[in-house]
C-alpha cells in the first residue's frame, strides 16, 4: 500500500509530495536479461515474445548479440527485429525505437569478429567507451564488462579496465551492484571457465555476476558470491558436463529462455523461465538490516526534481526524516510517525527549496541522528 501525505515545513513556506512505501515491492524494478540470443530465427523470437510479456523496465544483455560474424548487414534482423522497441536511438527497419535507451548490450566474441565489434558500436549508443560502461537504474548499479582477451584495456584483474572497476564499485551507493560480461568465469558447460574473468569481484563490493557463452542456464555461488550463466536466448543448446562445478548449484539445458528480475531496496529477485513460461530457477538475494537506523541511498543527487530516499530502521519505531539548511535549521519534514522494521523508501519533490546544499537527517527512538549531505 502506498500512503500519500503533505507534511508542514519550516523556515521558508514549501509544499512537498512525498509518498512512503509500506512495502518496497510496490516500487520495484523489473528488469530482464537474455543471452547469447542474436540469430534470427523462432527461438529468439520466441523469447523475445516471453520478455516482453513481462513488460521489464529495461533488458540487459550477456553478449553474442549479433551471429555468426557481428556483421553490420545482420545485425538489425538479429537484434532490432525483436527488441526495437527497447532501443534509442534506432536506426532500423523494424518499427518504432524507445523515446531513451533501454538496451543495455555488453560484447560477445561472435560481436567483435568484424572489425573488432564496430558494427555493434554502431548500431548501439551506450555510456561511456561503449565496450564497459555503467548506469544506475534504481536501487541497482550495472558495471558491463568487456571480457575479450583482446578487448581494449584488457581482462585481467590487474587490467586498466579491471582498475576502473575497482574504483567504480567502490564509490556505487546502490543497494545492489551487479556486474555482467560474456565469458563465465565459472561453468559447467561446454565452453568451460574463463579463468582470466575471475576477478575478486565479492572483495570489490559486487552483489552478483552474471555471463553467458555457455548456451545453457546455471546458478553457481564461488567464494561466498553468487554467479549465472544465462546463454540460452536464441542461439542454439549446448551440452553440460557430467561433473559440474563444485559450486554448482542448478543447471538447465532443455529449452530456450531468460531471466526475469525484481530490484527493490532489500531484495534482489531473479527468475528463470523457459520460452512456454516453465519456472526452472527462483532465488531471492536479501539485504541484512543494520543493527542501527541508516540512511542508505539518495537517487539522484545532485537532485534534479525528485529523488528516492531508501532508509532503513533495526524494529519497530517513530520515525522523522528532516531535511536541514548548512546553519542545521531544519526547513521540511519528510516523514514523522511510525514505521516497521524493515527497509523504506521514500519519494521527494524538490518543490520549492533552492539549489544547494541541505542534509538529511533520519531520527528513530533513542539512536542518534543519521546525517547525509544532498546536493539539489
Not at 575478486?200 to 545453457?216: C, E, I, N, T
Not at 531471466?259 to 530457477?281: H, I, K, M, N
Not at 524538490?350 to 543519521?370: E, F, I, K, M, T
Request: glycine content about 8%.
Amino acid at each position: 500500500m502506498i500512503i500519500a501525505a503533505l507534511f508542514r515545513t519550516f523556515t521558508v513556506p514549501l509544499l512537498l509530495a512525498v509518498f512512503l512505501l509500506s512495502s518496497q515491492q510496490a516500487l520495484a524494478q523489473r528488469f530482464a536479461a537474455i543471452g547469447d540470443y542474436g540469430f534470427a530465427g523462432e527461438p529468439n523470437r520466441d523469447v523475445a515474445q516471453l520478455v516482453k510479456s513481462w513488460n521489464p523496465d529495461f533488458i540487459i544483455t550477456m553478449g553474442d548479440n549479433n551471429y555468426d560474424r557481428g556483421a553490420a548487414n545482420t545485425i538489425d534482423a538479429n537484434i532490432g527485429q525483436y527488441y526495437h522497441e527497447f532501443i534509442a536511438p534506432y536506426r532500423g527497419s523494424y518499427g518504432p525505437g524507445a523515446s531513451e535507451n533501454r538496451f543495455f548490450p555488453c560484447l560477445g566474441n561472435h560481436d567483435l569478429y568484424t572489425k573488432h565489434g564496430r558494427p555493434y558500436r554502431d548500431y548501439f549508443t551506450l555510456p561511456g567507451n561503449e565496450r564497459y560502461y555503467d548506469f544506475v537504474r534504481g536501487q541497482v548499479h550495472f558495471f558491463v564488462l568487456n571480457s575479450a582477451s583482446s578487448g581494449l584495456h584488457g581482462n585481467r584483474a590487474t587490467s586498466r579496465q579491471a582498475r576502473w572497476l575497482r574504483k567504480q564499485l567502490a564509490a556505487a551507493r546502490e543497494p545492489w551492484k551487479v556486474v555482467y560480461f560474456h565469458h563465465a568465469p565459472y561453468s559447467s558447460g561446454q565452453h568451460g571457465s574463463t579463468v582470466a574473468m575471475r576477478w575478486p569481484f565479492r572483495a570489490w563490493g559486487a552483489s552478483l555476476v552474471l555471463s553467458g557463452h555457455d548456451h545453457h542456464y546455471e546458478r553457481l555461488v564461488e567464494d561466498g558470491l553468487l554467479y549465472c550463466i544465462n546463454g540460452l536466448g536464441g542461439r542454439s543448446i549446448y551440452n553440460v558436463a557430467l561433473q559440474p562445478m563444485p559450486g554448482s548449484l542448478l543447471r538447465y539445458n532443455s529449452d530456450y529462455g531468460a531471466q526475469l528480475f525484481e530490484a527493490s531496496a532489500d531484495s534482489l529477485r531473479l527468475r528463470f523461465y523457459t520460452r512456454t513460461g516453465q519456472l526452472v530457477d527462483s532465488f531471492t538475494l536479501r539485504k541484512e538490516l543494520s543493527v542501527e537506523p541508516a540512511l542508505e541511498n539518495v537517487v539522484s543527487t545532485p537532485m534534479l526534481e525528485t529523488a528516492r530516499i531508501t532508509f532503513s530502521i533495526p524494529a519497530t519505531d517513530t520515525v522523522q526524516l528532516r531535511v536541514l539548511d548548512v546553519a542545521g535549521r531544519e526547513v521540511a519534514r519528510l516523514f514523522d510517525g511510525p514505521s516497521a522494521a524493515g527497509h523504506h523508501e521514500l519519494l521527494w519533490s524538490q518543490a520549492a527549496l533552492l539549489p544547494g546544499l541541505y542534509y538529511l537527517q533520519l531520527r528513530s527512538g533513542a539512536y542518534a541522528p543519521v546525517l547525509r549531505p544532498v546536493a539539489l
